[in-house]
Nanobody, 123 residues
């Protein structure tokens, strides 16, 4: 069974930064693609960023490109999301997701999900 645990969320002012972490269980972490999604109140869960198994390829939603950076440390079974220049519209619960195959940009492309961490950006 794969378990994903997010951390690093919190309250930050607009223009500030946060770094989210997602710690994964499982000895095959190095073979998974990893993704970050977010869900704001009353909205559907949306893709934020993803990274392939070895970190060589990254993907970003247009809304975060240039501000967010996804990375991974396979030795620590951890994926990160560095978020800079945060905006109030970034306020959401952020979820970590994992799978070996499947589409990169959609919720259905991931089998395993964490419980989420709240990010709140004040104006």
């Amino acid at each position: 069974q794969v378990q994903l645990v997010e951390s690093g969320g919190g309250l930050v002012q607009a223009g500030g930064s946060l770094r989210l972490s997602c710690a994964a269980s499982g000895r095959t972490f190095g073979s998974w693609k990893m993704g970050w999604f977010r869900q704001a109140p009353g909205k559907e869960r949306e893709f934020v960023a993803a990274i392939n198994w070895n970190g060589g390829t990254t993907y970003y939603a247009d809304s975060v490109k240039g501000r967010f950076t996804i990375s991974r440390d396979n030795a620590k079974n951890t994926v990160y999301l560095q978020m800079n220049s945060l905006k109030p519209e970034d306020t959401a619960v952020f979820y970590c997701a994992a799978d070996t195959l499947g589409a990169t940009y959609v919720v259905g492309g991931y089998k395993y999900w964490g419980q989420g961490t709240q990010v709140t950006v004040s104006s």
